[in-house]
């Protein structure tokens, strides 16, 4: 159960880690039916990442990482009880360098609005990672404005070192895990990993509040591919949980709001 220190902890500095939210018994299952799929389904790799999105819900015995009460009533609490699923990656990084940048670009003109839109990745590594073996690095309270939009040229211009330091020295929080840890953060949160090693293995779960506003779909149209065709797997789920996710997300489509 999150805690009241918890929220507060998320809402000001815009992540949460929680360490052995999961059992070393389920990170061994959850593993192995992610390797199932990463040989099944072998990715060109890009940008030395092989990337797969729609991931978990490739497989029925990875849906419950999204209802299990200690992921998804956390994500209730952080965000609120009206949700949905915006989707999964699973990824294999050999990147050495993963330079800053958010999820969630709102410091572009035109969308600096969108800044309140709540939304959460959760990462779910499957090795060990540390600070300098690729373990997610995040500069707190740059999920808010006017740091989020201050801190643009890290992404722009990540070359001229705007602030006169490599990525790597940049004042920030390295959030080392072993597996069974699990972050949640805002997807405005600016974000980075150095250092890492081959074969870095990790899942992304994505929430989102229900978008009241056009604006916020497009948001939604904007970054996630594929938003408004839900996967059928959730769809016809048995668990009403899944399906209250994704349910509404094809008349997205139409411009209609939940």
């Not at 540390?130 to 740091?147: A, E, F, K, N, Q």
């Not at 920030?172 to 069974?180: D, H, R, S």
């Amino acid at each position: 159960m999150i805690t009241e220190q918890q929220q507060t902890h998320y809402h000001t500095f815009g992540f949460l880690l929680t360490p052995g939210l999961l059992s070393q018994q389920e990170m061994h299952e959850v593993t192995q039916l992610a390797e199932q799929i990463w040989a099944e389904n072998e990715e060109q790799e890009k940008n030395e990442e092989r990337r797969h999105p729609g991931f978990i819900e490739r497989r029925k015995g990875l849906h419950s990482l999204v209802s299990d009460e200690r992921i998804y009533r956390s994500v209730k609490i952080l965000l609120g009880a009206d949700l949905i699923w915006v989707g999964s990656e699973g990824n294999i990084s050999n990147r050495r360098e993963v330079n800053w940048h958010p999820d969630r670009k709102y410091y572009r003109n035109g969308e600096e609005q969108r800044i309140n839109f709540g939304q959460i990745k959760i990462m779910i590594y499957l090795d060990e990672v540390r600070r300098d073996s690729g373990c997610l690095r995040v500069i707190p309270g740059s999920h808010r404005m006017p740091m989020h939009r201050n801190l643009k040229k890290l992404e722009v211009d990540p070359g001229n070192r705007p602030f006169g330091i490599h990525g790597a020295d940049i004042p920030c929080v390295a959030l080392e895990t072993n597996p069974g840890d699990i972050i949640f953060f805002n997807h405005c949160l600016w974000h980075a990993a150095y250092g890492g090693g081959e074969g870095r293995r990790y899942i992304a779960l994505k929430f989102a509040v229900r978008p009241r506003e056009e604006d916020e779909l497009k948001s939604l149209e904007q970054y996630t591919e594929g938003i408004f065709q839900p996967h059928e797997e959730f769809l016809n789920s048995e668990d009403p949980s899944l399906r209250s996710l994704v349910e509404e997300r094809a008349l997205f489509s139409t411009g209609q709001l939940g």
